[in-house]
């Protein structure tokens, strides 16, 4: 396996979650990284993303404040640091390596893709 999200629960509105995404360092140690999330009856969103050092970081609209993205090049991890949870954040959530060292919002720009977490807000 050459991603492996983890992380995921049940967690209340309100509250904070962190998931993580282990990466074999041959992938992800010059790629840009995505996080994607697909919800019951929806098509796959991005949620955010970082460039290959870290220093460039994107986000979709609705999590812009809440969410935050980072990465750890030395152990191959991303992580996606989550609060203010809402109902709506309720999906799977994929890390995905993108082709190139930046990340992008295009789903068809990353060649590797984690098996999903899933979490749940609760109300």
């Known amino acids: 396996v050459q991603l492996q999200a983890s992380g995921g629960g049940l967690v209340q509105a309100g509250g904070s979650l962190r998931l993580s995404c282990a990466c074999s360092?041959?992938?992800?140690?010059?790629?840009?990284m995505g996080w994607f999330r697909q919800a019951p009856g929806k098509e796959r969103e991005f949620v955010a993303g970082i460039n290959w050092n870290g220093a460039s970081t994107t986000y979709l609209d609705s999590v812009k404040g809440r969410f935050t993205i980072s990465r750890d090049r030395a152990n191959g991890t991303v992580y996606l640091k989550m609060s203010s949870l809402k109902v709506e954040d309720t999906a799977v959530y994929y890390c995905a390596a993108s082709r190139t060292a930046y990340s992008s919002s295009d789903y068809s720009q990353y060649n590797s893709w984690g098996q999903g977490t899933e979490f749940t807000v609760s109300s």
């Open positions: 360092r041959r992938i992800c140690s010059n790629n840009g």
